[in-house]
């Protein structure tokens, strides 16, 4: 089974720290993704990687950056936490898309962040 | 661009009873759509997706759905609800920019009473 493991369940961070999610999946998988959760708003995603070193802006970058320096790690990092960015932070793997066929995402458990 | 559009951010169905949840996307190239599930405190689980290959698809749990492109619906429902349904369930399309990005719906919240 491919497992999409996230460092932490529940952060609670000040306001102004830079904060460090990290996420790792054992599958080999070339796609990694984070999203954020709020309710009501679904899922959004903020940046994805699809290669070592790679990163492409999603919908929502606006504070946060990322790093991907080994293939199985990809780490959101937020620069200066604010208490808009409490939330849930959701990461994914997924393999490339091959002919325009697009791949399943498959999820971690999630990291619930608080910024106070 | 595309996007994804759940009807009823709550439905709530007493076991036994049907279960129909709604969605209706906009995409401007062939859609690949998915549904996944979210139980309380966990990631996201796949439930199914439509690919092209066929327009009915079945998934985990007892779930299909029916792609109609005329209606821009993709609509999850399943005969009978368990109390284990009980989840939140999200309908997402992948977007233009490829590599497997998703445009997720805003979710629905399905409730189940004995």
């Known amino acids: 089974d491919v497992k999409v493991t996230q460092s932490s369940r529940y952060l609670v961070k000040r306001t102004g720290e830079k904060v460090f999610l990290e996420c790792v999946q054992d599958?080999?998988?070339?796609?990694m993704f984070w999203y954020r959760q709020d309710p009501g708003l679904g899922l959004r995603l903020i940046y994805f990687?699809?290669?070592?070193?790679?990163?492409e802006k999603g919908d929502i970058p606006e504070g946060y950056s990322v790093s991907r320096e080994k293939k199985e790690r990809f780490s959101l990092i937020l620069e200066s936490a604010s208490t808009n960015q409490t939330s849930m932070y959701l990461c994914?793997?997924?393999?490339?898309?091959?002919?325009?066929?697009?791949?399943?995402?498959?999820f971690g458990q999630g990291t619930r962040l608080t910024v106070v | 661009a595309q996007s994804v559009t759940q009807l009823g951010s709550h439905v709530s169905v007493s076991e036994g009873a049907l279960v129909l949840l709604r969605c209706n996307y906009s995409?401007?190239?062939?859609?690949?759509l998915f549904w996944y599930v979210q139980y309380p405190n966990q990631g996201l689980q796949l439930l199914l997706k439509?690919?092209?290959?066929?327009?009915l698809v079945k998934g985990i749990n007892g779930f299909e759905a029916e792609f109609k492109k005329s209606e821009t619906s993709f609509h999850l429902t399943k005969p009978s609800a368990h109390m284990s349904d009980a989840a939140e369930y999200f309908c997402?399309?992948?977007?233009?920019?490829?590599?497997?990005?998703?445009?997720f719906g805003k979710g629905t919240m399905l409730l189940v009473s004995p």
């Open positions: 994914a793997s997924s393999l490339p898309t091959t002919g325009g066929l697009n791949t399943e995402a498959f």
């Open positions: 599958m080999d998988h070339e796609n």
């Open positions: 990687s699809y290669d070592v070193k790679m990163k």
């Open positions: 995409s401007s190239v062939p859609p690949y």
């Open positions: 439509y690919t092209s290959a066929a327009t």
């Open positions: 997402a399309v992948s977007d233009r920019r490829g590599y497997s990005t998703l445009t």
